[in-house]
T-cell receptor
Framework: GQQLNQSPQSMFIQEGEDVSMNCTSS?????WLWYKQDPGEGPVLLIA?????ELTSNGRLTAQFGITRKDSFLNISASIPSDVGIYFC?????????????FGQGTILTVHP | SAVISQKPSRDICQRGTSLTIQCQVD?????MFWYRQQPGQSLTLIAT?????????ESGFVIDKFPISRPNLTFSTLTVSNMSPEDSSIYLC??????????FGQGTRLTVV
């Protein structure tokens, strides 16, 4: 089956630093999504990307859909303590597979005040 | 986005028993899905809950182990049958309104002893 390789697995940063994480795949996805999961909660959608090359921002978050359609990155600028959590990329392989997602392994983000 | 409520939020069950997890959405949605998140792992799609017909299961998941119901456009249940400790996971309900974005409930944390 399809797999998403997400890196890094974990990050330990100081408050105020910028963060970058990415996902790659051996196959094409037509949608990329980025989620954040806090302990004891379900994933919360941060950003959705629909077109190759698309660059989208949501506050301090910026994500891009790679032009090859096989990768995506998420940047967080000026990190704050509440950014702590697990970030997941997710891809949808087909335009008819609404909501059926393949997830990356997750990036655990720790922010030191 | 839709508000998704799952019950129970957590449970501890004896091996060999079954648990039914409920997912209620505050609006009608086209697609509903069930995911599993094993401890420290990413999310894996179990099945698509089809309204009025049998669920569509992903590779590695079978109806006898994970029977699913979806009697209407706002409600679904997932049963974890004949549980073993390996079934200890977070089970998550997800919905999609027909576009590619998927939203998640808070999850049901299941521990099998």
């Amino acid at each position: 089956g399809q797999q998403l390789n997400q890196s890094p697995q974990s990050m330990f940063i100081q408050e105020g630093e910028d963060v970058s994480m990415n996902c790659t795949s051996s196959s094409i996805f037509n949608t990329w999504l980025w989620y954040k999961q806090d302990p004891g909660e379900g994933p919360v959608l941060l950003i959705a990307l629909y077109k190759a090359g698309e660059l989208t921002s949501n506050g301090r978050l910026t994500a891009q859909f790679g032009i090859t359609r096989k990768d995506s990155f998420l940047n967080i600028s000026a990190s704050i303590p509440s950014d702590v959590g697990i970030y997941f990329c997710a891809g949808q392989a087909s335009r008819t597979s609404y909501g059926k997602l393949t997830f990356g392994q997750g990036t655990i983000l720790t922010v030191h005040p | 986005s839709a508000v998704i409520s799952q019950k129970p939020s957590r449970d501890i069950c004896q091996r060999g028993t079954s648990l039914t997890i409920q997912c209620q959405v505050d609006s009608q949605v086209t697609m509903m899905f069930w995911y599993r998140q094993q401890p420290g792992q990413s999310l894996t799609l179990i099945a698509t809950a089809n309204q009025g017909s049998e669920a569509t299961y992903e590779s590695g998941f079978v109806i006898d182990k994970f029977p699913i119901s979806r009697p209407n456009l706002t409600f679904s249940t997932l049963t974890v049958s004949n549980m073993s400790p390996e079934d200890s996971s977070i089970y998550l309900c997800s919905v999609s309104g027909g576009n590619t974005e998927a939203f998640f409930g808070q999850g049901t944390r299941l521990t099998v002893v």
